[in-house]
Nanobody, 125 residues
Framework: HVVESGGGSVQSGGSLRLSCAAA????????VGWFRQAPGQQREGIAM????????VYSDSVKGRFTISRDNGAGTVSLQMNNLRSEDTAVYYC????????????????????WGSGTQVTVSS
């Protein structure tokens, strides 16, 4: 059971930190991708970290502003979002793929088998 948390409402230029966790377990052996979906739009992959914590991938839309990272002690994966813009408004989801080290499609939703129900991020200008 995958759970996202940390969403909320902020003004443009502000920051939020999202967290992805596995209820009753950890994400320490899993690849995790962060995705977002705005109303009327397709789900967009924005960040990914592999199982071994030695590879991260970002979409051009968030590169330089968002950072994905692991907390192995807590067994979670976070997404630090800085300099938020109104176009970042969406429901944010984490996808989990157990044991994944390498993939040719790190930001493709079909890479991930397990999903949370999402957390809303609203950025006002």
């Amino acid at each position: 059971h995958v759970v996202e948390s940390g969403g909320g409402s902020v003004q443009s230029g502000g920051s939020l930190r999202l967290s992805c966790a596995a209820a009753g377990s950890t994400l320490n052996s899993d690849a995790v991708g962060w995705f977002r979906q705005a109303p009327g739009q397709q789900r967009e992959g924005i960040a990914m970290i592999n199982r071994d914590n030695d590879k991260t991938v970002y979409s051009d839309s968030v590169k330089g502003r968002f950072t994905i990272s692991r907390d192995n002690g807590a067994g979670t994966v976070s997404l630090q979002m800085n300099n938020l813009r109104s176009e970042d408004t969406a429901v944010y989801y984490c996808g989990v793929e157990p044991g994944l080290v390498h993939t040719i499609a790190p930001l493709d939703r079909r890479t991930y088998d397990y999903w949370g129900s999402g957390t809303q991020v609203t950025v006002s200008s």
